[in-house]
């Protein structure tokens, strides 16, 4: 399929939207006036000494660990993000209130540890999110505190930094970083299961979404079964696969671990464009037949309606789907026996196709 240089004047145009960029700003006095989220990460990105990044584009093969304090500023709406400027405002902007490197992963399951042993029992699981195409270390780390926040995350959250290229341009390289990074998230999971997590939740965004299928099926190759006993849950957001791909990854990976969600979403434009580069009608993410996937345990959340947020990143970014979805841990339990027919789970509509469930999500008025 050729395409027509516009579309790349187009990918620009929208991949670009995020400027400017995300940076890490410390200001410890932030603590007194928003809600502090401590973030632990695991990166395979080179450090930097530019202020704020912290960690830039360059790809290392030893990982690096650290936890970090982020203020979440009150005056936001949910699903909002605001980064520093040059005159950073606790009361708006996300700012960093401690820094911790660990020497190495020994250090950082020991922390982790530590604050698991602190939390009541029923409290000790740790979603592990993985960013997506065109994203820094901030962005990532800061979009997590977001999302811990506005959905009432309980447990310890993880950020897995891989080495975008940080660039709307950078399309191939971040690509390729995916299957380079693929081995450190997979030492990331181990870590974080010694470090006694009751249950481990795999959250990736757009691009993050491939590694993390990658990642599962490398699991599962290296030990049976090993997947679905290492992650208790997988949360896909837009992801960007190609839909055989994501087919062959699955049955590859054989028991998928439950429950496995996938939100979509047919206005989302930036996998519209994906799919135009690749010479495909469409990814997994914007799926329009999901009887392609009929033969999976899957869940497909269709949150085409919500004109909330960012399309790309509509579970995050939309505060009137945040506010259907904070209580996730009741969602899940819902999703784990029969779901056909589930019509007041959640507002919308439940069409049951052979063994996967679409549930097309619209906003409540009630709520706004």
Same mark, same amino acid.
């Given at each position: 399929?050729?395409?027509?240089?516009?579309?790349? *004047?187009?990918?620009?145009?929208?991949?670009?939207?995020?400027?400017?960029?995300?940076?890490?700003?410390?200001?410890?006095?932030?603590?007194? %006036?928003?809600?502090?989220? $401590? %973030? @632990?990460?695991?990166?395979?990105?080179?450090?930097?000494?530019?202020?704020?990044?912290?960690?830039?584009?360059?790809?290392?093969?030893?990982?690096? @660990?650290?936890?970090?304090?982020?203020?979440?500023?009150?005056?936001?709406?949910?699903?909002?993000?605001?980064?520093?400027?040059?005159?950073?405002?606790?009361?708006?902007?996300?700012?960093?209130?401690?820094?911790?490197?660990?020497?190495?992963?020994?250090? &950082?399951?020991?922390?982790?540890?530590?604050?698991?042993?602190?939390?009541?029992?029923?409290?000790?699981?740790?979603?592990? &999110?993985?960013?997506?195409?065109?994203?820094? &270390?901030?962005?990532?780390?800061? /979009?997590? +505190?977001?999302?811990?926040?506005? =959905?009432? %995350?309980?447990?310890?959250?993880?950020?897995? +930094?891989?080495?975008?290229?940080?660039?709307?341009?950078?399309?191939?390289?971040?690509?390729?970083?995916?299957? &380079?990074?693929?081995?450190? =998230?997979?030492? =990331? !999971?181990?870590?974080?299961?010694?470090?006694?997590?009751?249950?481990?939740?795999?959250?990736?965004? $757009?691009?993050?979404? #491939?590694?993390?299928?990658?990642?599962?099926?490398?699991?599962?190759?290296?030990?049976?079964?090993?997947?679905?006993?290492?992650?208790?849950?997988?949360? !896909?957001?837009?992801?960007?696969?190609?839909?055989?791909?994501? =087919?062959?990854?699955?049955? /590859?990976?054989?028991?998928?671990?439950?429950?496995?969600? *996938?939100?979509?979403?047919?206005?989302?434009?930036?996998?519209?464009?994906? +799919?135009?580069?690749?010479?495909?009608?469409?990814?997994?993410?914007? #799926?329009?037949?999901?009887?392609?996937?009929?033969?999976?345990?899957?869940?497909?959340?269709?949150?085409?309606?919500?004109?909330?947020?960012?399309?790309?990143?509509?579970?995050?970014?939309?505060?009137?789907? %945040?506010? !259907?979805?904070?209580?996730?841990?009741?969602?899940?339990?819902?999703?784990?026996?029969? /779901?056909?027919?589930?019509?007041?789970?959640?507002?919308?509509?439940?069409?049951?196709?052979?063994?996967?469930?679409?549930?097309?999500?619209?906003?409540?008025? +009630?709520?706004?």
């Amino acid at each position: 399929m050729k395409v027509h240089p516009s579309a790349l *004047i187009v990918a620009v145009a929208l991949l670009s939207a995020c400027t400017p960029r995300g940076t890490i700003v410390l200001d410890p006095s932030a603590a007194e %006036i928003g809600d502090v989220r $401590s %973030i @632990y990460y695991s990166t395979t990105r080179e450090k930097s000494d530019a202020p704020g990044v912290i960690y830039g584009t360059e790809r290392v093969e030893t990982p690096s @660990y650290g936890r970090i304090e982020l203020s979440v500023p009150p005056d936001r709406m949910a699903g909002d993000v605001s980064y520093p400027g040059k005159d950073p405002d606790p009361r708006t902007d996300f700012l960093a209130t401690a820094s911790t490197g660990f020497a190495g992963p020994s250090a &950082f399951r020991q922390a982790m540890a530590q604050d698991l042993r602190a939390l009541p029992e029923n409290q000790r699981d740790v979603v592990v &999110f993985v960013h997506g195409f065109n994203s820094t &270390f901030s962005e990532g780390m800061i /979009r997590l +505190a977001q999302l811990a926040e506005d =959905l009432s %995350i309980p447990g310890l959250a993880v950020h897995y +930094a891989w080495p975008s290229l940080n660039n709307p341009l950078g399309y191939s390289y971040d690509r390729d970083s995916v299957l &380079f990074g693929r081995d450190g =998230l997979e030492t =990331l !999971l181990a870590e974080v299961k010694a470090a006694g997590a009751a249950d481990i939740i795999l959250v990736g965004h $757009s691009l993050g979404s #491939l590694m993390t299928m990658e990642t599962l099926r490398q699991i599962e190759i290296g030990d049976e079964d090993a997947a679905s006993r290492t992650v208790h849950g997988v949360i !896909l957001m837009s992801p960007d696969i190609d839909v055989e791909l994501f =087919l062959a990854q699955a049955h /590859r990976i054989g028991t998928l671990p439950q429950p496995f969600l *996938i939100f979509t979403s047919k206005r989302d434009r930036a996998l519209q464009l994906s +799919a135009r580069l690749t010479g495909q009608r469409e990814r997994l993410g914007n #799926l329009s037949q999901v009887d392609r996937v009929s033969d999976l345990d899957v869940t497909m959340l269709d949150v085409t309606n919500f004109r909330d947020g960012t399309r790309h990143l509509t579970p995050a970014t939309s505060p009137t789907l %945040i506010a !259907l979805m904070q209580d996730l841990n009741e969602v899940n339990a819902a999703f784990q026996g029969e /779901r056909a027919g589930r019509t007041g789970l959640l507002p919308g509509t439940v069409l049951t196709v052979q063994n996967a469930t679409q549930i097309i999500l619209s906003p409540v008025m +009630a709520l706004n």
